[in-house]
């Protein structure tokens, strides 16, 4: 393995993956997230979406935990007629696990570089007329409200469909312990690579850690807008990658 460690960012079981990907690439990985994903309290919203999910021509899932929240509220029996839009492999893969078919999963093309809502939209505004309806599934702040970017229901807006939103999971500070704050003092002074795919994150980050200087720090962002906020944040170094195995490598290996 590689003496450099990799400081992987993502909610916990989202990370699992990534640490094992990394790992049998032969990269020292190890998990610190920066976000804890938690339920709703109250879960009639998701299942209220469910009974109107037929009115539906299309479901926006911003993230893997917005496909496993919206699920598990399924009622028994029931299927999904509308189509599925999913903002990455990730969240395709996890639409997959619960039962949606390949052939009504929209997911942005690999080649694109990219994978967010720009992207997405990309592969799905010509199935967008006017009147049509689209739900979308996204997650909260820790009081459960609507968090995140509307830019794709804009565009929705603007093709003179209409949306819903519903939250399923609520994104939460992380509560370090002396062992994590021990490895993020270690990875500021330059000791690791941080691996972000998230601005929330980088903000969690500085809210834990506020008298910490990052100019030292070398990390690695799987979009512009989070390599610019981890710039904001003082990085002394960022580099942008795609959030694709092969590529994260190439660019952590740049780093080491």
Known sequence: MSATRVIVTRPAREAIRWVDDLRNAGLDAVALPLID???????TPLRA???QIAGYAAVMFVS?????EFFRQRPTGATV????????PGTARALAQVGVVSTAIDVPDAASGSFDSEA??????????PGMRVLIVRGGDAAGNAAGRDWLAHEIEVAQASYDTVVA???????FDSAALAIAA?????GAIWLFSSSEAIGNLRCMMPNTSWNKARAVATHARIAEAARAAGFG???LSQPLKDALVASIESLA
């Not at 994903?37 to 879960?43: H, N, T």
């Not at 893997?64 to 496993?68: D, F, G, M, Q, T």
């Not at 007629?81 to 990455?88: L, N, V």
């Not at 999971?169 to 509560?175: I, M, Q, V």
């Open 37 to 43: 994903i938690a339920p709703m309290a109250d879960v």
């Open 49 to 51: 979406a469910w009974v």
């Open 64 to 68: 893997v935990n917005a496909v496993e």
């Open 81 to 88: 007629k509308p189509r599925c839009w999913a903002t990455g």
């Open 120 to 129: 997405l939209w990309l592969q799905v505004r010509l199935q967008v007329k």
């Open 169 to 175: 999971y609520r994104r939460l500070p992380p509560a």
């Open 186 to 190: 270690d990875s500021a002074a330059g």
């Open 237 to 239: 170094t960022v580099v």
